[in-house]
């Protein structure tokens, strides 16, 4: 099982974030590796649905804001292509093989660890960052885009899938930075409208000096707090950073706000963890 040590529950507590080094076999990296190369070779995404995903503002509101595609892609797995690579969404609801990784016991121990007491599962993308292709990630908040009241009820999960290093575009975070709420929000516009979505609030000038670098070895799970503030290079290096990363949320006395890009439906309701 991979229940949290005080020490470490208390680290992430403080932080933000928490690296869990180990936490998955190199055989289950492959396993992943392996399937998800089935799933591309399988894919057929027509050119006007090949939408960019972003988290800077202008690039976000031009590239998703203004496509069904984007805003109708959370109970489907569906692709988002960078400058020159693609993501995967909603791996967790409709692939099996990483419908066991989200819901291992070895998951589920560790959000009992950290008290969930009735988590669900809001998102799933598969991250390539091809080398010399994968972009930056600007600084950002990820209940920004997963808001919830009360705040402080979405929880990352990132897993290596590959050695994420300085060179290959590891996460940086600002340690700390989860206790001063979320400074920004995107939001959906009213139905109809173009774009699809907007920003509520502006996304403040971070001092770059205050992110530290977070290199980890495949197999390694960084824990991300929803508000923590953290972000990574564009790879230039030779090799791939690729990552399998999902959402939960603590769904005991929490209002999944009505604005968010991203909502469950009546099909796919956001699944229970604990199963």
């Known amino acids: 099982m991979a229940y949290l040590r005080p020490s470490q529950l208390q680290k992430f507590q403080e932080d933000g974030f928490l690296v869990l080094e180990g936490f998955w076999s190199a055989d289950e990296c492959v396993a992943m590796q392996r399937r998800i190369g089935?799933?591309?070779?399988?894919?057929?995404?027509?050119?006007?649905?090949?939408?960019?995903?972003?988290?800077?503002?202008?690039?976000?509101?031009?590239?998703?804001?203004?496509?069904?595609?984007?805003?109708?892609?959370?109970?489907?797995?569906?692709?988002?292509?960078?400058?020159?690579?693609f993501d995967e969404k909603a791996l967790h609801a409709h692939d099996p093989v990483f419908r066991c990784v989200t819901h291992s016991p070895k998951v589920q121990a560790l959000a009992?660890?950290?008290?969930?007491?009735?988590?669900?599962?809001?998102?799933?993308?598969?991250?390539?960052?091809q080398p010399h292709l994968g972009g930056e990630v600007s600084p950002h908040q990820d209940a920004s885009f997963l808001y919830t009241e009360p705040l402080g009820r979405v929880l990352g999960v990132w897993i290596a899938l590959e050695d994420a290093t300085l060179e290959n575009g590891c996460l940086w975070f600002i340690p700390g930075s989860h206790t001063g709420g979320v400074s920004r929000r995107m939001v959906r516009a009213p139905a109809g409208s173009a774009p699809g979505t907007?920003?509520?609030?502006?996304?403040?000038?971070?001092?770059?000096?205050?992110?530290?670098?977070?290199?980890?070895?495949?197999?390694?799970?960084?824990?991300?707090?929803?508000?923590?503030?953290?972000?990574?290079?564009?790879?230039?290096?030779?090799?791939?950073?690729?990552?399998?990363?999902?959402?939960?949320?603590?769904?005991?006395?929490?209002?999944?706000?009505?604005?968010?890009?991203?909502?469950?439906?009546?099909?796919?309701?956001?699944?229970?963890?604990y199963t």
Request: net charge negative; with cysteine; glycine share 6%.
């Open 198 to 273: 907007s920003f509520l609030g502006t996304e403040p000038a971070r001092d770059n000096s205050l992110f530290v670098p977070t290199p980890v070895r495949r197999g390694a799970l960084i824990l991300i707090h929803g508000e923590v503030v953290h972000k990574s290079e564009q790879n230039l290096s030779d090799c791939s950073r690729q990552a399998y990363t999902f959402h939960l949320m603590e769904a005991a006395g929490t209002v999944w706000s009505p604005d968010n890009w991203l909502q469950p439906t009546a099909e796919l309701p956001f699944p229970p963890l």
């Open 38 to 85: 089935e799933i591309v070779a399988e894919m057929d995404v027509p050119l006007h649905c090949r939408t960019e995903f972003s988290t800077q503002e202008e690039e976000q509101l031009r590239a998703q804001g203004s496509t069904d595609y984007f805003l109708s892609s959370g109970d489907k797995i569906r692709f988002f292509f960078e400058k020159g690579v």
């Open 112 to 129: 009992r660890s950290l008290g969930l007491q009735m988590p669900v599962v809001v998102q799933s993308m598969y991250i390539f960052k």
